[in-house]
């Protein structure tokens, strides 16, 4: 049986410094936990970046990695620090400085899901928390640093799209009365995960499929943009969060009749994506 907590599909040609990630849309949830937890299946899932798998599905067939968490958020979160282990949650925490991830209950492990909802009653120990990570944490990154250390290696630079959805309301707040939403939200730290050329060439392309964007508000970029966005060690990482209600019924976490249409649209941002990584390779030996 495979126990692996990712999925990795290669190109047969890997033509690009572009890798993509999606750590947040697995959906294998092991049967202890589900028959641990209060919540029930569907409730579990609406942390879920349901489906963003399949939306960047057509990267490997275009050239460019294509790295896919298989366990699900509510179970680890990969776009957390190993380290921001939750005391609510975890006996024998040693305590550290103030976090509010942590403290809202989204650690490394989550207490809740969205809506502050409690996956569990109880603690865990710390052993099996060390263990759920050294599993399904530790595996994904190193697998993800392999990738974009080969990048930088066949190509001189490593870009990472990190491939994440947003619920519909989380625009709300920072949403102009009587303008449109964005449809999708590009964080690169506020200019410290990426170069500026490559964010706006990212940016470009979802307009140009006809999406509204916006950068950095009300997501910047978690873990994973700011862990492995290092510019001047020519590693890029920009994260995308793409509004939930363009292609999917949020309340009952299943495509909806423009998942179809959004793919596509999706597939001519990959490519166009993907060409960023062409510019600039290396010359073929003579």
């Avoid at 947003?166 to 999708?184: I, K, N, T």
């Avoid at 309340?251 to 998942?259: E, K, L, Q, Y």
Wanted: with cysteine.
């Amino acid at each position: 049986m495979d126990t692996s907590p990712y999925r990795l599909a290669m190109p047969g040609v890997r033509n690009t410094s572009v890798v993509f990630s999606s750590p947040h849309s697995g959906r294998d949830y092991p049967w202890e936990f589900l028959n641990n937890s209060v919540l029930d299946e569907r409730t579990i899932r609406s942390s879920e970046d349901a489906f963003v798998d399949l939306l960047f599905s057509d990267a490997p067939a275009m050239g460019a990695p294509l790295l896919l968490a298989k366990v699900p958020r509510a179970y680890v979160d990969l776009n957390r620090s190993i380290e921001e282990l939750d005391p609510a949650l975890i006996r024998d925490v040693p305590k550290v400085a103030h976090n509010p991830r942590v403290s809202s209950g989204l650690g490394v492990i989550p207490r809740v899901v969205a809506n502050g909802k409690a996956i569990q009653l109880g603690k865990m120990s710390i052993k099996d928390a060390r263990a759920r990570l050294d599993t399904c944490w530790v595996p994904y990154h190193a697998r993800l640093q392999t990738l974009l250390n080969e990048a930088r290696s066949s190509f001189g630079e490593a870009i990472l799209i990190d491939c994440h959805s947003m619920p519909h309301e989380a625009l709300e707040s920072v949403s102009r009365p009587g303008l449109p939403r964005a449809d999708v939200v590009i964080g690169d730290r506020f200019g410290a995960s990426a170069r500026s050329d490559i964010v706006e060439a990212i940016e470009t392309a979802f307009r140009a499929a006809g999406l509204r964007v916006v950068r950095n508000a009300p997501f910047a970029g978690a873990y994973i943009t700011q862990h492995y966005g290092r510019p001047s060690r020519n590693q890029h990482a920009v994260q995308i969060e793409i509004d939930r209600s363009l292609y999917m019924n949020e309340r009952m976490v299943r495509p909806n009749g423009n998942f179809q249409t959004v793919r596509r649209l999706i597939a001519s941002v990959i490519s166009e994506v993907i060409e960023i990584g062409r510019k600039d390779q290396p010359m073929a030996a003579e």
